[in-house]
């Protein structure tokens, strides 16, 4: 039903309309409308750009998580933009990030992918493999801890029986940025088996079957078939882990708290520190601020892609 | 699709609708932003934090439920709140006026809301006991250490140490002597690590903050600390320096797990448990936290510092009352109720701090836990606050504990690096924390 008949149907009177109710009929439904969605408008503006707004504020003012404080304009940001630890931070982001959508999606794209063909147990083996992102964070996170954390944990334990020597996975800074970045990626990779599992199953057999009568090996299959057809749910999942990653706090303070020595400190976590551990309201804010303010950008840009994407 | 017809009664017409939606959005925007008050039904609200073991909660809320208020002043309900993000709870709800009347809570935080203008001071409270002589009741200083500018910013009601343990056996079987000095502790954890054992045991991973505690408590041990006697950040410091050289030194003789830097509290826990470590900086409840009761686990006396000194590290845990209150009188006859009649949350052995009163001190259930009677007989007359060497405790210090300046000079002392650097970086970054 279009809108128009639905508009006709909501009129109470059924003469013929006039001249005049002609033109004041769009304007009064238009009204009607936007009466109807009012209620939401106000809920979501409430919900959304009211602690929108006061960050805002507050990333321009001296202030407590009580008070506002004294207005500094764009000092907050200067600073931050001028500290070590904030650009340590953003290049920690920039890796989990990296790792964590590419890493992610090749390893879910691979499952699904291994899913397709006909293997025994695909069922079980589907539910098993949605376990890492099903399970609480809080949960495999100590589970992840319980695996690592001493030189006494199984993993260390098997690389020193291996003659690899007692590596410390959470206590050296390199070490431990590998294993946020490779936890991150176990607990996504389910999630971008779910989306490419979709995409997968939208693509058209006969395709596949034309490209093999052509010759078309299955690399080029992959390659020419497989990847264009599902580049607009490739660009989506991209987005989503981007922000996921971007935006993770659990992952990394349950397994580290940033440590050692901020190695893994993402912005997140950073901004957190800042407002809730340092008590710098404003200072914190400005980071989540830039932060939300790149997270857009990378996001319009991806957006673009998928609307330049292959149907 | 139904027409909707507007002369049919008790259907909605598109007027009647629109009206409802709005009277319904109207109402979640009035309930929303109507706020509420440091009342719960007319009572004062009383939050806690988890002071020990499972059933303390259950016992705190029965002692609260307790209180039979006089004519015309409320009554008191009990909420327990979680130690995670206690700090955005405690905030958010007192700048929406939802928060407590009355409330235990972080160690500093009557000191930072009280400069936020957040606290209603205790000065007629401690007046009161001072005529009654509850006053006299508290262990010496106790009462001073809440003592600000403008007034008591809470009432101090038990006692959270970090002192040195160790695990007799482990001690017995090396002929190591437990050490009294410094000289002699660097000598016990040089032949406990040649059996594969820490004499240093500690942790500053995620949430863990004894790493930091623990060379905090060196710094104060050897006459330093992080402040001046004026409350300024004053952490490059000779005897700083010289402590933390000290510790450079027990990692070097490898007496600190070299893991130990990402050590969650638990990880640190199992490490005692698993007899990895030897010796090592705790709480007064490492013993509970183990799970021991058979006296392996022992606390040392306090440790005589290469100038000579003594001391301990203390954080003074309080009840603060809110500016905003049902009623201010209330809150006060509430909280001296609650600091007469606490005892029986050690007769009950549920808290894991340790009192702060004589009276308590000297009840045969807390005299019947050994090491925690030897904390407050020995280490107690030498702690000293996290303020140290500030006369007063002050707002800045909540931010400063626990806080990311902080865990990473642990770490990075911790993992042997040099001292110095350590500590001018920590000293600018407290500097811009504490205004």
Redesign the interface.
């Known amino acids: 039903?279009t809108v128009a008949s639905?508009r006709d149907?909501?009129r109470?009177d059924t003469a013929p309309p006039s001249e005049i109710s002609r033109t004041r009929k769009p304007r009064r439904a238009r009204r009607?409308l936007l009466?109807?969605v009012?209620?939401s408008l106000?809920?979501l503006l409430?919900i959304n750009a009211y602690p929108l707004v006061y960050a805002a504020l507050q990333s321009v003012r001296d202030g407590?998580?009580?008070?506002a404080g004294e207005y500094v304009g764009l000092e907050n940001y200067r600073a931050t933009l001028a500290s070590p630890?904030f650009w340590r931070s953003v290049e920690f982001t920039l890796i989990f990030t990296v790792v964590g959508v590419f890493g992610s999606w090749l390893g879910g794209l691979g499952l699904a992918l291994l899913l397709r063909t006909r293997i025994p147990g695909r069922t079980v083996f589907k539910t098993l493999l949605l376990l890492p992102w099903v399970v609480p964070v809080v949960v495999s996170s100590t589970a992840w801890?319980w695996l690592v954390?001493?030189?006494?944990s199984p993993l260390p334990s098997l690389a020193e029986a291996l003659g690899l020597g007692t590596p410390?996975f959470?206590?050296d800074p390199t070490l431990?940025k590998i294993t946020v970045c490779v936890f991150k990626v176990w607990i996504s990779v389910p999630f971008m088996m779910m989306l490419a599992g979709a995409a997968l199953a939208g693509v058209d057999h006969t395709v596949y079957e034309a490209a093999g009568v052509d010759g078309a090996t299955r690399w080029q299959q992959f390659r020419h078939i497989t990847l264009p057809m599902i580049s607009r749910s490739t660009y989506i999942s991209w987005i989503l882990m981007t922000i996921f990653c971007v935006n993770d706090f659990p992952t990394i303070?349950?397994?580290?708290?940033?440590?050692?020595?901020?190695a893994t400190?993402s912005l997140v976590v950073l901004s957190y520190?800042?407002v809730?551990?340092?008590?710098?309201v404003g200072p914190g804010v400005a980071i989540a601020f830039l932060m939300t303010v790149s997270l857009v950008v990378v996001s319009v840009a991806l957006y673009r892609q998928i609307r330049k994407a292959h149907v | 699709m139904n027409t909707i017809d507007p002369s049919v009664p008790g259907r909605f017409s598109r007027r009647g609708f629109l009206g409802l939606g709005a009277a319904v959005g109207g109402g979640m925007l009035l309930s929303a932003c109507g706020g509420g008050s440091a009342s719960g039904g007319g009572n004062l609200k009383f939050w806690d934090m988890p002071w020990g073991q499972a059933n303390y909660t259950a016992a705190a809320k029965k002692l609260t439920e307790g209180y039979q208020p006089a004519d015309g002043l409320p009554g008191a309900t009990y909420q327990g709140i979680q130690w995670a993000n206690f700090s955005q709870t405690f905030s958010s709800a007192i700048a929406s006026k939802t928060g407590p009347a009355v409330s235990t809570g972080g160690g500093f935080q009557a000191f930072q809301f009280a400069e936020q203008g957040a606290i209603a001071y205790a000065d007629d409270v401690i007046d009161q006991f001072r005529q009654d002589g509850t006053a006299d009741d508290f262990l010496p200083g106790q009462l001073d250490a809440m003592k600000t500018a403008k007034g008591y910013a809470a009432v101090p009601w038990q006692l959270d140490f970090r002192v040195w343990w160790y695990r007799k056996s482990l001690l017995d079987a090396a002929g190591v002597e437990v050490p009294t000095t410094w000289d002699e502790l660097l000598n016990a954890c040089r032949t406990l690590a040649g059996r594969g054992l820490f004499g240093f045991g500690t942790g500053a991973g995620a949430g863990n903050n004894l790493g930091s505690q623990g060379l905090h408590l060196m710094m104060l041990n050897n006459g330093g600390g992080l402040f001046d006697p004026d409350g300024k950040v004053d952490v490059v410091t000779e005897a700083n320096l010289e402590a933390m050289r000290f510790v450079q030194e027990l990692v070097k003789a490898k007496a600190v797990d070299r893991a130990s830097i990402s050590y969650t509290t638990d990880n640190l826990i199992t490490q005692w448990k698993n007899k990895k470590v030897a010796m090592g900086i705790h709480t007064a409840g490492l013993d509970t936290d183990t799970g021991e009761s058979d006296g392996d686990l022992q606390v040392m006396g306090p440790l005589t510092g290469p100038g000579g000194a003594k001391a301990g590290l203390v954080f003074q845990n309080n009840i603060m009352m809110y500016a905003d209150t049902p009623s201010q009188k209330g809150s006060e006859a509430f909280l001296s109720y609650y600091i007469r009649n606490m005892k029986t949350l050690w007769q009950q052995n549920v808290v894991a701090g340790l009192p702060v009163l004589k009276s308590i001190v000297a009840l045969p259930e807390f005299q019947a836990q050994k090491q925690k009677a030897k904390i407050i007989a020995e280490w107690a007359p030498v702690a000293k606050s996290f303020a140290a060497n500030s006369k007063t405790l002050f707002g800045g210090l909540a931010a400063v504990d626990s806080s990311q300046p902080i865990t990473q000079f642990a770490q990075t002392v911790l993992a042997g690096k040099d001292p110095r650097p350590a500590l001018t970086t920590l000293q600018q970054a407290l500097e811009a924390i504490v205004k």
């Open positions: 039903m639905e149907t909501l109470p009607t009466l109807l009012a209620p106000v809920l409430l407590s998580l009580i008070n630890a801890n954390a001493t030189p006494q410390l959470l206590a431990a303070f349950l397994l580290t708290g940033g440590g050692p020595v901020d400190t520190r800042t809730f551990q340092n008590f710098q």
